[in-house]
């Protein structure tokens, strides 16, 4: 995994399900299992298996050069942001309501603001050809994203943003 507790701080915080285990700076289960199921889709979609397999065998401790390490704990850096924002969206909207049997329940908890997931949404499509072109530029450290910009620029995440009466 890329994205660690330290993701989810600020705007993104996760408060009412107990963020964090203290003893041990880890996710709670509930954080866990979003992070585990959105991180992939979030990277695939955007650079790639190919290049997320790297990131992840790259950021691990290994015998490997450290300016090799580097490369990768950047794009990771560079990445995991917008990567913490879909996990967050995606946790955010499964909040507003649970699932009883065969109805759907309205969350006994505050329901996350519309407003504010329509931002970080927003945000994310804003910086997602950002981070592409980022790479792009590095092309001799990540020869594996290769993208036909073109396509990429009409892929879902870069051009569906989300508006609720604003403007």
């Known amino acids: 995994m890329i994205l660690n507790p330290s993701h989810f701080e600020g705007e993104l915080a996760i408060g009412q399900v107990g963020q964090f285990l203290e003893d041990d700076f880890s996710f709670s289960e509930a954080v866990m299992a979003f992070v585990k199921k959105y991180e992939p889709i979030f990277y695939r979609a ?22 090799e390490q580097q490369k990768w704990r950047a794009l990771a850096e560079r990445t995991a942001p917008f990567a913490a924002m879909f996990v967050w969206f995606y946790y955010m ?69 989300i508006h609720y009466g604003i403007g």
């Open 46 to 67: 955007t650079i790639g298996e190919t290049l997320y397999r790297q990131i992840l065998d790259g950021i691990e401790p290994s015998s490997a050069p450290e300016p």
């Open 93 to 161: 909207q499964n909040s507003v309501s649970q699932t009883s049997g065969v109805n759907e329940l309205d969350s006994a908890t505050p329901k996350p603001s519309k407003l504010k997931m329509a931002r970080v949404w927003n945000e994310i499509v804003d910086n997602i050809v950002g981070m592409a072109q980022w790479i792009c530029d590095r092309a001799d450290d990540y020869p594996d994203f290769a993208p036909d910009m073109d396509l990429f620029l009409h892929h879902e995440l870069c051009r569906h943003k």
